[in-house]
């Protein structure tokens, strides 16, 4: 189930919500929990039980660590805790992966692993680790197994984040407020993704999936492939920017703070500061419990770049089981190190800080462009054929396959370039001023009424409606 889709718009959540501010606010919890099981199980029934098993694993490990008479006792158990969620990830999201390595390094037969991935479990590995580490670094075990099971499995964050750290929310699982100024702001934060989400990034999809899934069977002119790989640009970030707000909007209606997990990306002066504002949750998460405890930056410039290129490395295969998306990690990983010791980007002059925010936002394209293909080999052909000089001959045919896509392209790929950069916010900070804003928000209000109207008009249609980083 996800939340862009009638089932969850129609019955699922109206059902959740009526019964949860129906309830005694004791029962809210147990309530939520339930409901959160029974999502996942909408999804991926076959793994549901895995799941339950994994938050009682992280559970028993949490306060096992917190019991610890020594630190080497507490340290035991802390390894057992990451080794065995590390173990969980490792067998169904890389088995199949290392299994196709092997065969296609010795050439022998196929191991036959078909494994299949359960969905959200990445993310909630990455919680479960945080949970216990955050134990062993000296925050108190939760003892009560339902605020483990509503940490891990909240349903509005559970299949892509953003990854929620405990020490963050355990004061709002034993007492929060839902007001309803923070109701109708969630619902607006929420109806804001759904837009995002069926608006633009599924018929920028549109735009993208052709370009990818046909590139290789026809000659396509580069024109059109760099409407493709600019289309699957905008729409990988209003898919996961999308969903982002709908999970912090539907947490707040029941109480919860979320973190952001975005900060408009495409505006970033550099790659470290476009890490700051793409997946904020990710990266911090690997900030605090992979990078740091490696040694950060503080033993000298070589121990420095091994761990940006462990992070890195580690955050393509997140991302993955491919070795595109190893790849992708790893030239981020030396671009962040050239910006550090070489380009210093933050330095510079202001001609040359213009020139380096176009060069970026070069790089991010090729970068997703790598992301996307189905191979290495696909990426460096379709990266070859954006630049090379035939590709850009207009024959006649060419010509009329250009204008062809450009008509159904261009709306969304104009829509999608003015909602990825700082001018609506600038005009909503200029409309919300004095008078102004008292007239301007409810006409704000109608219009994304109307949006919302669109987007399940869209749905109805059944339109393109999968999220990305389901996937990962």
């Known amino acids: 189930m996800v939340f862009s889709s009638l089932t969850f718009l129609i019955i699922f959540l109206p059902l959740v919500m009526g019964i949860y501010f129906l309830i005694p606010r004791k029962g809210r919890n147990g309530w939520l929990v339930l409901s959160s099981l029974v999502f996942y199980a909408c999804g991926e029934p076959r793994f549901v039980f895995l799941f339950m098993a994994e938050i009682l694993w992280n559970w028993i490990i949490g306060i096992v ?15 057992i805790g990451i080794a065995g969620d590390i173990a969980v990830l490792g067998v169904f999201k890389y088995a199949n992966f290392l299994a196709e390595t092997i065969t296609s390094m010795t050439r022998g037969e196929p191991l036959g692993f078909d494994i299949i991935l359960p969905i959200g479990i990445s993310f909630y590995t990455f919680q479960a ?71 633009l990034a599924n018929n920028l999809a549109i735009v993208s999936d052709l370009v990818f899934d046909t590139w290789d069977q026809q000659v396509l002119p580069a024109p059109v492939l760099w409407m493709g790989v600019i289309s699957y640009t905008l729409q990988i970030y209003f898919d996961f920017s999308g969903y982002s707000d709908m999970a912090i909007g539907l947490a707040r209606v029941f109480g919860f703070h979320i973190p952001e997990n975005f900060k408009d990306p495409y505006l970033s002066v550099s790659g470290a500061d476009f890490w700051r504002r793409w997946h904020i949750s990710l990266s911090s998460w690997f900030r605090d419990y992979v990078y740091i405890p490696l ?111 450009f008509s159904q392209a261009i709306p969304w790929l104009a829509a999608g370039a003015v909602f990825s950069s700082s001018i609506p916010k600038a005009i909503k900070a200029r409309l919300e001023n004095g008078t102004a804003g008292t007239i301007m928000r409810p006409v704000g209000a109608g219009i994304l009424l109307l949006l919302v109207v669109l987007s399940l008009s869209f749905l109805i249609n059944g339109s393109y409606n999968p999220f990305l980083y389901f996937q990962f």
Request: aromatic content about 12%; some cysteine.
């Open 129 to 199: 680790i945080s949970y216990i580490v955050d134990i062993y670094r000296g925050e108190t075990a939760q003892k009560n197994p339902l605020h483990v099971a509503l940490y891990l499995a909240l349903f509005p964050q559970l299949i892509a984040g953003p990854i929620v750290r405990y020490d963050h929310i355990r004061p709002q699982l034993e007492n929060r407020k839902a007001s309803f100024d923070e109701v109708s702001e969630g619902f607006m934060r929420f109806c804001r993704g759904l837009c995002k989400k069926v608006l």
């Open 295 to 405: 040694g950060g930056s503080r033993h000298g410039n070589a121990q420095t770049i091994r761990n940006l290129l462990i992070v890195w490395g580690l955050t393509g295969l997140w991302h993955g089981a491919g070795w595109t998306f190893i790849l992708w990690g790893l030239l981020w990983g030396v671009l962040l190190i050239a910006e550090k010791f070489l380009i210093r980007p933050d330095t510079r002059g202001k001609l040359f800080r213009v020139i380096y925010r176009i060069l970026l936002l070069l790089w991010i394209v090729l970068m997703w462009t790598l992301f996307r293909a189905e191979s290495i080999a696909s990426a460096a052909s379709i990266i070859a054929a954006l630049f090379s000089p035939e590709r850009w001959l207009m024959s006649a045919a060419n010509a009329d396959m250009v204008l062809m896509w």
């Open 65 to 79: 660590v917190d019991a610890g008479k020594t630190a080497a006792a507490k340290k035991a158990a802390l390894v």
